[in-house]
């Protein structure tokens, strides 16, 4: 599997800036990026390599079963998992996928280029909503005013707040923050980047500090804002379809089946329509890997509103969706 992985996908990379990749993206595909493989030195941990590479700990956690995260060891093989399946959203302004655990933000009104970074998102107690938003204003070395449910919550920790957090290494909004129409909630840097890329916030969405200082400098007051809950993508790349899982929240594992992939199987194939290797995707589920992995028939893409309709009576497993059997 790892062959095909680190194949590019039909896309290219722009530029490095930041930490931030800028990629150009084709209209008919959905998988940008590639995986990339590193050897690790004896004082790695995913913690600095996660900075280093621009991912989040859970995405290198789960791309790398098995292996220490405090000690991958001199010479380990790891995966940086730096290939993506867009979410099922428009290709405008941010996007938000929480249980990914990734940001993508489309600076053009065609959707051609996108960058995309890591972030961390609401703890269970304390989830990120959804849906749509604007940005409504920046500001540089914000001062924080926490909430009094966040001052209770320190105080009964034996941790008090104060009313007002100025600006400086203590504030956790880091040093910059994009504010959203959703009353109270942010996009903001952190003073504690080692937690980037898991469930720790108190709703608000954080970012590597070099991370929002890029995306601070591009959006704007107005830039729309969608935050989704997609832990499986489908989406077309080279060749067919390509899935990407990611395991959904605890408290809603029992709502994400194999009933979800099949609808997102009816909509990426409304225009044209290919085969899929059914188990091969409920592996790809089952694993949650983060990673796209490509489960098509080879060369059985045909535009949908031509397919034979006796294509569909033939047997076999390509055919067949043993999920909903």
Same mark, same amino acid.
């Given at each position: 599997?790892?062959?095909?992985?680190?194949?590019?996908a039909s896309?290219?990379?722009?530029?490095?800036?930041?930490?931030?990749? #800028?990629?150009?993206?084709?209209?008919?595909?959905?998988?940008?990026?590639?995986?990339?493989?590193?050897?690790?030195?004896?004082?790695?941990?995913?913690?600095?390599?996660?900075?280093?590479?621009d991912v989040?700990?859970?995405?290198?956690?789960?791309?790398?079963?098995?292996?220490?995260?405090?000690?991958?060891?001199?010479?380990?093989?790891?995966?940086?998992?730096?290939?993506?399946?867009?979410?099922?959203?428009?290709?405008?302004?941010?996007?938000?996928?929480?249980?990914?655990?990734?940001?993508?933000?489309?600076?053009?009104?065609?959707?051609?280029?996108?960058?995309?970074?890591?972030?961390?998102?609401?703890?269970q107690e304390?989830?990120?909503?959804?849906?749509?938003?604007?940005?409504?204003?920046?500001?540089?070395?914000?001062?924080?005013?926490?909430?009094?449910?966040?001052?209770?919550?320190?105080?009964?920790?034996?941790?008090?707040?104060?009313?007002?957090?100025?600006?400086?290494?203590?504030?956790?909004?880091?040093?910059? /923050?994009?504010?959203?129409?959703?009353?109270?909630?942010?996009?903001?840097?952190?003073?504690?980047?080692?937690?980037?890329?898991?469930?720790?916030?108190?709703?608000?969405?954080?970012?590597?500090?070099?991370?929002? /200082?890029?995306?601070?400098?591009?959006?704007?007051?107005?830039?729309?804002?969608?935050?989704?809950?997609?832990?499986?993508?489908?989406?077309?790349?080279?060749?067919?379809?390509?899935?990407? /899982?990611?395991?959904?929240?605890?408290?809603?594992?029992? #709502?994400?089946?194999?009933?979800?992939?099949?609808?997102?199987?009816?909509?990426?194939?409304?225009?044209?329509?290919?085969?899929?290797?059914?188990?091969?995707? #409920?592996?790809?589920?089952?694993?949650?890997?983060?990673?796209?992995?490509?489960?098509?028939?080879?060369?059985?893409?045909?535009?949908?509103?031509?397919?034979?309709?006796?294509?569909?009576?033939?047997?076999?497993?390509?055919?067949?969706?043993?999920?909903?059997?």
């Open positions: 599997m790892i062959d095909r992985l680190t194949i590019a896309c290219l990379l722009i530029a490095t800036v930041a930490g931030a990749r #800028e990629y150009a993206l084709s209209p008919d595909s959905d998988v940008f990026g590639e995986i990339q493989i590193i050897r690790t030195i004896e004082a790695d941990t995913f913690v600095g390599l996660a900075r280093r590479y989040g700990y859970e995405e290198l956690r789960r791309a790398n079963p098995g292996i220490d995260p405090w000690l991958p060891g001199e010479g380990t093989e790891l995966i940086i998992p730096t290939r993506y399946v867009l979410p099922d959203a428009p290709r405008r302004g941010i996007v938000l996928n929480v249980p990914e655990f990734r940001l993508y933000y489309f600076p053009d009104d065609d959707g051609s280029r996108v960058f995309t970074y890591p972030i961390s998102v609401g703890r304390w989830n990120t909503p959804l849906g749509r938003a604007t940005v409504v204003r920046k500001t540089e070395l914000p001062t924080w005013y926490p909430p009094e449910s966040v001052r209770t919550e320190h105080a009964e920790r034996g941790d008090p707040l104060p009313s007002v957090v100025p600006p400086g290494p203590d504030n956790p909004l880091g040093e910059h /923050a994009i504010y959203l129409s959703m009353p109270g909630y942010l996009i903001h840097g952190t003073n504690e980047p080692r937690g980037l890329g898991m469930r720790v916030s108190h709703g608000c969405i954080r970012m590597f500090p070099e991370d929002i /200082a890029a995306l601070f400098q591009m959006v704007d007051p107005s830039e729309t804002v969608m935050i989704v809950n997609q832990p499986y993508k489908l989406g077309w790349g080279e060749g067919g379809l390509f899935l990407e /899982a990611h395991p959904p929240f605890v408290e809603e594992s029992e #709502e994400w089946t194999a009933t979800e992939l099949t609808r997102l199987y009816v909509g990426a194939t409304s225009e044209r329509n290919v085969q899929v290797r059914w188990n091969q995707a #409920e592996a790809v589920m089952t694993a949650s890997s983060g990673m796209p992995e490509f489960v098509s028939v080879e060369g059985t893409i045909t535009v949908a509103d031509v397919v034979d309709d006796t294509a569909a009576e033939a047997s076999g497993e390509h055919l067949s969706n043993p999920l909903l059997d």
